[in-house]
């Protein structure tokens, strides 16, 4: 379908010729290119057809006519073809259709991705071929980005070998000819190389690609390769980039590791044990610095030696060393070879085997044996490293020698740099074979292979012969070589004839034949190099022929390498300078950039052809330049005196030598011939910047190193300088990430920092030249890219440093179980783990997770939060209880995973399985309903099953101890006494007791089913006890129940606690009883009698189990709860029964690790006790001090019992009663912040700080608990200060958790307590107001101090954030005293002493708004007074914030504490260890504890180590305010009032004024009629004049106007106005002009002025002509300035008619409606107007202004009456003032449009008609208004020729034709005429009744004199300061009103007109706004 559309876009675009032709395809008409910056870019897939762009953010696009199409083909007529028509389309859709031959087209598209690309297609049809017939190919340009792949073809692995070739690969997308790839790694060989994009190789083959993905990408991209090798182990970074656009860079990191390299090997024959042993010595020696000599000598002459060679050996006899002459000695091996390396010493040894012992030898240092044993092991290894010994042997003992194997021994020897692997093969008893492999450690040597090895051979010819000789010399040099090796080298010299075809001379020579001197046959300075270092040779040539010959050089080293050379000799030239050029990286730089700090040299290449000899004398000389352009001064040469080589072509220049700047260096040569006076000249020079030298970055180590995760290392970069100066300092920087490609962008990427403080590039401490790293503190086994930057100025200079960290140690799991620890997990039951890392340290931040899977392995979405009380990232793990039971799978595995942040990480798995509970059945109660006491009910259960046998049932009563004492890590607390517990699942008929009340009677009951194991489904049932309805009874059932009681509790076997459980609850029953008589009237027993009763038969019970602990404490909580019906006897044998049970709970708790039935029943004991302690500190006189010191040791002991159920970091568990509150928690050493944390949430917290040098020396993860006791009233109640106590009491505990779970109280150095006040707080507000100068806000109060009087400490609170100044006075009177002390009180710091801070020194409490008045500085007032007492003053002030008295803004707290701490019960309240501290307020107290830390163990319930801390108060003073002597009385302000009769004065004035305007203008508004028309004239023209509004625009010169019409002109009217005014700025004349004949229409008219007035300039904006006759109306649009000009007293300017179908120039018409809406609509410009048309008078306007000017004052005043109690600084109320004015001159805007309308468009009745009869004008004066006739003429002359011209004849035809032909005026027609003027409304303006005048003067009149009276009635009531911002807002809403509102409105109204084009219809004329009639003189007296 796309493709059917495309056909007929062609088809419509571009028509084809009729004639059918075969279908065919010819190319495209068009070429396209992507030309750029950088080039054509291609891709593989290019052809003719195809192009590649490469995209930017704009693609430009060129495309010109292929060749053999377009412009060379003409048409028929001979022009050039007509373009083709292409659709152009971007990834299918359509882009646009163009037809043209050539241009361009600009596109701007996305990036596409890398790999993707935009499709760019151009198809063409053309006249010459048109579908469908003929086709032409489509033309693709794909605009693609720059895609790069870089890649290790060989070896695969990263890891390679020391000089191992590795093959690097990369391909890429686009090529073209401008791009290089930069290749670079340092330490590589090569470590830099430039290749062009265009050298690509062919495609790989697809095996040697890492990856598939990789190949298939290649295969469609260029492929480059390159083959690197690497000196030096370590980590290399190999980097290709493109040197040109796109900057595109990839790098590979490579690990090199050392290597051996093989240099040769030997294998020998067959030899026998005993009878061939075997001999060896070899030896090592250095020829040259890069030549080894290495020679191997059997000594025994053994023979049949196999031996081959690495490539780059090179076998050799050696000359200076003679072959061994015994026949016992065999030259086995005899080798050389070049290497790179330091400088290596002769070495030497031996090699004996004899009998299966083999003897290594090394110098001279002792032998090494090694036994074989070729009879007792089959094969062994043997490594030795010389002075080290074996230190590895591996051996195969076998009891019987194998025959049939071979038996291998090797033995790996090393020494220095050779190494040695020696194979002794025993193929039986007798025979073996030893094979010897040589290496060299490349650690030292860098072995250069031959293929990088040229042979250095330099040959020179002597040139031609003289005339006395016909002979020439041959000079060849090489090297100088050892004596060793001076015998390899042969030359083999070969002359030819002339044309080559035979030899004419042939010569061998050797070594021997050099010659010494040979210097002295060639020019010594044609010399490339040291000529002392080389070895010269000579060949006589004979020239007997003129000709020259060619000679043939072949040198042969050895019998591998040869080079041969050809030379021509005998040649004969004239003498020449071929080259003299300063050498220079570019042959087109005029300029070299050198550096001042560094040496430069500058070369001269000077060649000179000559076949004689020459002498050459080279000069340089040096000029300072300003430029290249300009020539330096040749007379001032630099001084070259430090320079090395003025006089040779070499130059050296050292440094500092020039200063900055531009040099012209100028060599010249001078080459002088030898016996001749022949000089050859040659010359060069070149310009040398010299410029500041880079900043040398220099960090230690290199550029990569490897550091150690353990270890301290720094970044050294302080050998960085600045080689220009040493002066002044360089700023380091310094900057790390993980990726190095960040680098490029400079932008932070977090997932590539370093280190968790890192917060963008730089490093957490950038600055300095050495930065520090501790151990351990950056992650192991990663790269970390550093890189320093320096900066001096304005230079920079960075340099990189690779630091690869090695791993730290894995990490060790201590993995442990804590709780619920079997074989099964019990699901009711918590579960406790801890997983820490026993080898982290806290400052490694190890991150633990635990996760939770299914037996199968899959993760399982758990709730952390709510189903644990630790999380899951925690070393412990606590799981709550019941959270197994209904279990979805039989197993589960707990996963912990732990990782460091520096990069370590274990894992550790537990999989345990679920006991599950027994399978749920159904229980009920019989009966549902009963009463108490009377009815026994029955539980009964069935259908519950379970595999693990016996089910025990468990049948609880609930109590009320979980609704009144919660423990918030209990997941459900069951308390209640035991109704039954047996392996039937029925109970007994029993009593219930009483059910709730408030519930209807409900009593709930838990029936819980146990399996073996203690797995239990529990089932609430719900049975409704009422009262008993015999009430008689209950006594008896009392003594009933506790005597069954009795004779079940008596038993103690083990067998019988279902007797104890039934005795237990019996005493229970008996107990509810009593609680239920107290509240009945009408059964009254001794209730103290009773409960004690009931006590001892608590007693009585034996306690060995948790059931029976459950069962006691249940009593007891049940008897206590009417605590006040029992004596204190009962309740100390309650304590005492309680401390029994403590202990065994205790003892139960550690041997059957279950919590959360331990934590149940310590909520039971803590009710216990919260109702024991109730009663005694119900009547304090009854306080026993022994029984709360019993009751707070069993406090103790509950709270030991709970934190073994804790693990460390889980969440603080609390335990709340009705009197007090515990907080429990867990911490670890290392978690223990020894700072204070923020507090702001705090009222009772407990920060205890250990210290790092306390006594205990505790590890990180030693375990602290800490228990917080919180207590609303004070427990101690017989202590002193109790009554003085505002605060709540706190306990504290903090003890040590030992390993065996035993808690050891210790004290911490410092504790911060905070406590939350419970009063002592003096509070008030404080009345704050203007002072008496109103400049300031001010309030005070004072207070009275005795000599006894402690520091007060008074806190303002306020919602203000102001600075107060506080002042304190002694006394009342404040007018003639000075403070004794002045504060700064901040709102976001501590207060400030001004002036004296030693008054505040001994202040503990300090923060902002905190004012402390010191002990020392009321003890100092109270004694300078004299007096017991003594008042004080305190004083606030601020900045002027407050217009009015104030008692709501600031209030004043007072408070003075003092800490109480209590170290044991039987103490007393001490105040020495504890101090205020400085975070206290008047919401909570800060006390600091300090102490020496003690530790002791703690005997169970003996004395509790719980200490107590309170807050007491010291007596405060009472206040009074000072607010009525400090507070101005804000007077009447009559500045309002001043205001309005300002304003009414200025309004009478200017009424005066504008009544006089008006009338005047009423009695010129009229039309003027000339004198000097005739009335015999046929013509008469109303003329309109508008003057300008420009300043000076009017005139009062003599003003002449001539008309100018179709059939001819009028003469020169004098505008004849006396006495009425006329030509005034802004005014608009109108004049009546007869002329003798009918003029037609008018064409312009001419203005010419007399120099008769004071004003010789005059601005004409416009005017209009109307034919009285024919009404028709022509306008002129002038807008011109006229003057008189001296030099030409008559120049007339013409103005000719515009056409009204010509639009009018848009400022022209800007500026005239603009002008006429500022005189119009502009209320206050416009009373002051030269001129105001219309019917809305001066004195409406300025009435309407008065109105709106008084209304505007009022509602600003409204606005601040609204606002009269804020509150804010100066200037925040100055800004308000400015933006209230704003906001009310806007409201007002409605009241004076309406005004104005009333006024403007109201319908009034039109002026009646006014007839205007000039007096007689004397003709004396009006023969001087009067142009002469010559005048006149001249004139008349000049325009005499524009009258009639083409153009306006065209204009007149056309402005006659728009308009009707009116009449003639009659021919008898007198002077005197009437003129009626008649004001005509618009067409446009609205028309409004005639009573909206009165109603717009009594709205006016209304608006006056209400605003008035409220502005003067608000007025008065405010103070100055208010006054002068109403005001303020005042003249903002004037200003904005008179200057912003009018004139803003009229400007945009005349710029939105200005929109569309307008013409001089839409101006304002006069003729559309009046009717005139102009009547005979007869008519008008006939109507007289």
């Not at 005014?1627 to 037609?1640: A, E, R």
């Amino acid at each position: 379908m796309a493709a059917l559309l495309l056909l007929l876009q062609l088809l419509a675009c571009c028509r084809r010729s009729s004639a059918a032709s075969p279908v065919r395809l010819q190319p495209s008409p068009l070429r396209v290119s992507c030309p750029a910056p950088h080039g054509q870019v291609f891709q593989r897939q290019d052809n003719e057809y195809r192009v590649s762009c490469l995209w930017n953010s704009t693609v430009t696009l060129h495309y010109q006519p292929a060749p053999g199409a377009g412009l060379e083909v003409e048409g028929e007529e001979g022009q050039p073809a007509s373009p083709p028509c292409c659709l152009w389309y971007l990834n299918s859709a359509s882009l646009r259709n163009i037809s043209r031959w050539s241009g361009q087209v600009v596109l701007q598209i996305e990036a596409p991705s890398p790999g993707s690309s935009s499709l760019l297609t151009v198809q063409c049809s053309s006249a010459s071929c048109a579908a469908p017939e003929c086709f032409h190919h489509n033309v693709s340009v794909e605009i693609a980005v720059q895609d790069m792949r870089l890649f290790v073809l060989w070896p695969q692995t990263r890891v390679i070998q020391v000089w191992q070739p590795v093959e690097l690969g990369w391909c890429a997308r686009l090529k073209s000819a401008g791009w290089q790839y930069r290749f670079s790694s340092r330490g590589g060989v090569p470590s830099t190389l430039l290749l062009p994009s265009s050298e690509h190789q062919d495609t790989t083959s697809p095996a040697v690609y890492p990856t598939v993905e990789l190949q298939e990408t290649c295969a469609t991209y260029y492929s480059y390769h390159l083959t690197v090798r690497y000196r030096h182990p370590g980590l290399h970074v190999a980097l290709v980039s493109i040197e040109q656009m796109p900057h595109i860079s990839l790098n590979l990191s490579l690990r090199v590791e050392p290597d051996l390299v093989h240099v040769l090997s030997i294998s020998s024959k067959l030899l026998s044990v005993s009878q061939q042993p075997l001999s060896l010595s070899w030896w090592l020696q250095p020829l040259t610095l890069s030549t080894l000599a290495y020679r191997l000598v059997d000594t025994q002459a053994v023979g049949g030696w196999l031996c081959s060679y690495s490539s780059f050996t090179l076998p050799s006899n050696f000359c200076a060393v003679s072959t061994p002459q015994s026949l016992d000695e065999i030259v086995v091996a005899s080798v050389y070879f070049h290497v790179d390396g330091k400088r290596f010493e002769e070495l030497m040894g031996q090699l004996h085997l004899l009998n299966g012992t083999l003897s290594l030898t090394a110098g001279k240092g002792t032998p090494i044996h090694v036994n074989l044993c070729p009879g007792k092991t089959n094969s062994s290894t043997y490594i030795f490293r010389y002075n080290q010994g074996t230190f590895y042997t591996s051996k195969d003992n076998n009891s019987t020698f194998s025959t049939d194997c071979p038996n291998t021994h090797t033995v790996f020897y090393q020494y220095k740099e050779l190494s040695y692997l020696l194979t002794i093969e025993f193929l039986a008893l007798q025979w073996y074979k030893f094979k010897m492999y040589l290496y060299m450690n490349q650690k030292r040597a860098l072995i250069r292979s031959l293929a990088e090895r040229d042979l250095d051979v330099h040959v020179f010819s002597s040139g031609h012969p003289s005339f006395l000789q016909n002979f020439s010399y041959l000079v060849w040099f090489i090297p100088a070589q050892h004596p060793m090796l001076q015998c390899e080298w042969t030359f083999y010299l070969q002359l030819f004839g002339t044309k080559k075809d035979h030899v004419v001379q042939s010569s061998m020579y050797t070594y021997s034949d050099h010659v010494k001197n040979v210097t002295r046959f060639v020019r010594r300075s044609a010399l490339p190099f040291d000529a002392e270092k080389y070895t010269g040779f000579v060949a006589k040539v004979n020239c007997a022929s003129s000709a020259p010959t060619s000679a043939l050089l072949s040198v042969r080293v050895n019998s591998r390498t040869a080079k041969t050379i050809e030379a021509p000799v005998c040649e004969q030239r004239e003498c020449r300078i071929l080259r003299c050029w300063i050498q220079r990286p570019d042959r087109r730089s005029i300029i070299l950039y050198k550096k001042r700090a560094l040496d430069f040299f500058l070369f001269v290449s000077l060649n000179v052809d000559c076949h004689i000899g020459f002498s050459i004398k080279p000069s340089w000389q040096v000029y300072p330049a300003k430029d290249t352009k300009t020539e330096p001064d040749w007379s001032k040469p630099v001084n070259t005196s430090r320079m090395f080589g003025v006089k040779m072509i070499h130059l050296t220049v050292p440094a500092n030598t020039l200063d900055y700047g531009l040099y012209l260096f100028y060599f010249t040569a001078e080459v002088s011939l030898i016996r001749t006076s022949t000089v050859l000249n040659a010359r060069d020079m070149i310009y040398v910047q010299v410029e500041r030298a880079d900043l040398l970055v220099n960090i230690s180590g290199g550029s990569v190193r490897t550091v150690g995760f353990s270890e301290r290392w720094t970044l050294d970069g302080s050998g960085s300088s600045d080689p220009d100066s040493e002066e002044g300092s360089l700023i380091f920087t310094w900057y790390c990430t993980k990726d190095s490609a960040d680098y490029r962008t400079m932008k932070f990427k977090l997932k590539n920092k370093c280190h968790p403080l890192q917060k963008d590039l730089r490093w957490i401490t950038p600055s300095g030249p050495i930065q520090t790293i501790p151990p351990e503190s950056l992650p192991g086994s990663t790269l970390y890219y550093f890189r320093l930057e320096i900066q001096k100025g304005r230079r920079k200079a960075y340099a990189d440093q690779v630091v690869e960290i090695d791993p730290g140690p894995p990490l060790i799991l201590d993995v442990k179980c804590i709780e619920n620890c079997g074989r099964s997990l019990i699901p009711t039951e918590r579960f406790a783990l801890s997983g820490k890392c026993s080898n982290c340290k806290p400052s490694n931040k190890p991150l633990y997770y635990w996760s939770l899977f299914s037996d199968s392995s899959k993760e399982i979405n758990f709730d952390w939060d709510s189903k644990t009380s630790t999380g899951r990232f925690g070393a412990y793990l606590s799981i709550h209880a019941l959270t197994f039971t209904k279990p979805a799978y039989e197993s589960y595995i707990l996963h912990l995973s732990v990782t460091t942040w520096d990069g370590r990480s274990a894992s550790f798995k537990k999989p345990f399985a679920i006991n599950t509970p027994p399978r749920a059945g159904r229980c009920h109660i019989r009966p549902h309903y009963g009463f108490a006491f009377q009815t026994k009910f029955v539980v009964k259960c069935r259908g519950f099953s379970d595999s693990h046998l016996p089910l025990t049932y468990k049948v609880i009563v609930a109590s009320n101890v979980p609704q009144t004492t919660t423990v918030t890590s209990v997941v459900e607390n069951t308390f209640g006494t035991i109704l039954y517990f047996g392996t039937e699942p029925k109970t007994p008929p029993s009593f219930l007791p009483l059910g709730v009340p408030s519930r209807w009677y409900r009593l709930i009951l838990y029936v819980q089913v146990r399996d073996a194991f203690g797995s239990f489904t529990q089932v609430s049932l719900r049975a409704y006890v009422r009262s008993p309805h015999r009430t008689q009874s209950l006594p008896s059932v009392f003594h009933e129940l506790l005597a069954s009681a009795s004779s079940l509790s008596t038993s103690t076997s083990a067998e019988q606690t279902g007797d104890r459980l039934r005795a237990g609850y019996l005493v229970y029953l008996a107990a509810s009883l009593l609680n239920y008589i107290k509240n009945t009237p009408i059964v009254q027993l001794p209730q103290a009698q009773l409960r004690e009763t009931v006590v001892k038969a608590a007693l009585n019970i034996s306690v060995n189990s948790i059931m029976e602990v459950n069962q006691v404490v249940a009593v007891i909580s049940e008897v206590t709860e009417a605590v006040e019906k029992m004596h204190a006897m009962s309740q100390d044998l309650a304590i005492g029964k309680l401390t029994e049970v403590t202990g065994i709970l205790k003892r139960q708790r550690s041997q059957t690790h279950w919590s959360e039935g331990a934590e149940i029943q310590s909520s039971g004991i803590l009710r216990c006790l919260s109702n024991v302690l109730r009663a005694d500190l119900l009547h304090f006189k009854n306080v026993s001090e022994n029984g709360i010191q019993h009751v707070f040791s069993i406090m103790d002991g509950v709270t030991d019992v709970v934190f073994w159920g804790k693990v460390p970091e889980e969440v603080e568990t609390l335990i709340e009663t009705g009197h007090w509150n515990i907080t429990l928690k867990k911490k670890e050493a290392w978690n223990i912040t020894n700072y204070l944390p923020p507090t702001d949430a705090c009222h009772n917290c407990f920060y205890p700080m250990l210290g790092k040098g306390d006594g205990s020396g505790a590890a990180p993860d030693t375990v602290f608990s800490t228990a917080i006791f919180e207590f609303d009233e004070s427990p101690f109640p017989w202590l002193d200060y109790t009554s003085d106590i505002i605060s709540m009491v706190m306990g504290f505990k903090i003890a040590e958790t030992k390993t065996n779970e035993d808690l050891v109280p210790i004290m911490p150095e410092r504790a911060d307590i905070f406590l939350a006040r419970k009063g002592g707080v003096a509070t008030f507000n404080l009345v704050m107001g203007p002072d008496k100068t109103e400049t300031y806000t001010t309030g005070g109060f004072n207070f009275e101090i005795n000599q006894t009087t402690t520091s007060i400490y008074f806190q303002i609170m306020t919602k203000l954030k102001v600075t107060f100044k506080v002042l304190i006075f002694v006394g009342t009177n404040l007018t003639d005293t000075q403070p004794v002390a002045s504060f700064a009180a901040f709102h976001n710091m501590p207060t400030v002493a001004s002036g004296n801070e030693t008054i505040i020194a001994d202040c503990s409490v300090t923060g902002p708004y905190i004012v402390c008045l010191s002990k020392s500085l009321m003890t100092t007032i109270a004694e300078k007074s004299g007096v017991e007492t003594q008042n004080i003053s305190v004083v606030l002030e601020t900045h002027y914030i407050l217009r009015y008295p104030n008692q709501k803004v600031v209030s004043i707290y007072i408070f003075n504490d003092q800490c109480l701490f209590l170290n044991e019960i039987g103490g007393q309240w001490s105040k020495d260890p504890c101090v205020i501290g400085p975070l206290t307020n008047w919401e909570k107290v800060h006390c600091i504890c300090v102490s020496a830390r003690s530790r002791r163990s703690v005997p169970a319930l003996l004395a509790p180590s719980i200490r107590f801390l309170a807050a007491k108060v010291i007596v405060l003073p009472n206040t009074v305010d000072l607010g009525r002597n400090l507070v101005a009385d804000i007077p009447k302000n009559p500045l309002t009032l001043i205001t309005v009769l300002f304003i009414f004065i200025i309004f009478l004035l200017l009424c005066f004024w504008a009544i006089r305007r008006d009338r005047i203008e009423r009695e010129i508004k009229y039309i003027i009629v000339l004198p000097d028309n005739e009335a015999s004239d046929e013509g008469s023209f109303l003329v309109t004049l508008y003057t300008g509004s420009r300043w000076n625009a009017g005139t009062k010169i003599e003003v002449f106007l001539q008309l100018i019409g179709q059939y001819g002109r009028s003469k020169f009217h004098c505008l004849w106005h006396q006495p009425s005014p006329a030509f005034q700025r802004g005014s608009v004349d109108c004049f009546l002009i007869t002329t003798t004949k009918n003029l037609g229409d008018i064409r312009s008219f001419k203005i010419m002025l007399n120099n008769n007035g004071v004003s010789p300039t005059w601005f004409l904006s416009r005017a209009e002509v109307e034919d009285m006759s024919t009404r028709k109306v022509w306008f002129f649009l002038c807008r011109k300035w006229l003057f008189f000009d001296k030099n030409n007293p008559s120049r007339a300017w013409k103005f000719s008619v515009t056409d009204p179908q010509t639009p009018l120039p848009k400022f022209d018409y800007f500026l005239i409606n603009f002008n006429r809406r500022l005189t119009e609509y502009h209320l206050w410009l416009s009373i002051f107007a030269p001129v105001i048309a219309g019917a809305f008078t001066r004195f409406q306007r300025l009435s309407t202004f008065l109105a709106v000017l008084l209304f505007t004052l009022l509602v600003n005043i409204m606005f601040f009456n609204a606002d009269k109690n804020d509150e804010a600084p100066i200037y925040l109320r100055y800004m308000r003032s400015i933006a209230v004015g704003i906001e009310c001159a806007l409201l007002t805007l409605p009241v004076e449009m309406l005004i104005i309308a009333l006024f403007k468009y109201s319908q009034q009745d039109p002026p009646p008609v006014v007839t205007k009869m000039y007096p007689k004008v004397d003709s004396g004066y009006w023969n001087n208004c009067i142009i002469s006739e010559k005048e006149a003429n001249v004139i008349d002359t000049e325009e005499e020729t524009t009258v009639d011209s083409p153009e306006m004849g065209k204009r007149s035809q056309k402005s006659s034709s728009n308009v009707l032909e009116g009449g003639i005026f009659s021919k008898a027609r007198r002077l005197s005429t009437t003129i009626r003027q008649l004001r005509k409304i618009p067409d446009t303006e609205p028309l409004l009744c005639w009573w909206c005048v009165p109603l717009a003067w009594s709205l006016v009149l209304s608006i006056t004199v209400l605003s008035s009276f409220f502005i003067v009635l608000y007025g008065l009531s405010y103070g100055y300061q208010t006054s002068r911002e109403w005001l303020i807002a005042s003249g903002t809403s004037f200003l904005q009103n008179v200057f912003f509102n009018s004139i803003l409105k009229s400007l945009l109204f005349s710029a939105m007109s200005t929109v569309r084009p307008r013409y001089t219809e839409d101006l304002r004329w006069v003729t559309q706004e009046k009717h005139v009639e102009i009547n005979s003189a007869e008519e008008t007296q006939r109507g007289s």
